[in-house]
């Protein structure tokens, strides 16, 4: 699976950012896709997951209520809208999927993206 992330950027704190993960994959509903972050100097941490079917979603306590995944099989693309930007959510974003089964951890993950840098300025 290839995944090509996009949608980084600088921000300031309040502000909101989209970010897009096209997946080139054959069956992209068979896929369960989610996004990670990485802080300077931290390791790698879950912020949200969705499959298909049966249809799953769930996002990270630190996130819940400000970021929203979501995913469109009509263009094999998993997004995550985030608002309300902190300055603790700077970070390289990175998208990550598996086949078939939900993951929380970056071990549970078989195929990585680039990675995306999103900044948020006080």
């Known amino acids: 699976v290839q995944l090509q992330a996009s949608g980084g950027g600088l921000v300031q704190a309040g502000g909101y950012l989209r970010l897009s993960c096209a997946a080139s994959v054959r069956t992209f509903s068979n896929y369960v896709m989610g996004w990670f972050r990485q802080a300077p100097g931290k390791g790698r941490e879950f912020v949200a997951v969705?499959?298909?079917?049966?249809?799953?979603?769930y996002h990270a306590d630190s996130v819940k209520g400000r970021f929203t995944i979501s995913r469109d099989s009509a263009k094999n693309t998993v997004y995550l809208q985030m608002n309300s930007l902190k300055p603790e959510d700077t970070a390289v974003y990175y998208c990550?999927?598996?086949?078939?089964?939900?993951?929380?951890?970056?071990?549970?993950?078989?195929?990585w993206g680039q990675g995306t840098l999103v900044t948020v300025s006080s």
């Open positions: 990550a999927a598996r086949y078939g089964s939900l993951f929380y951890r970056p071990a549970d993950v078989s195929s």
């Open positions: 969705t499959r298909w079917s049966p249809s799953s979603t």
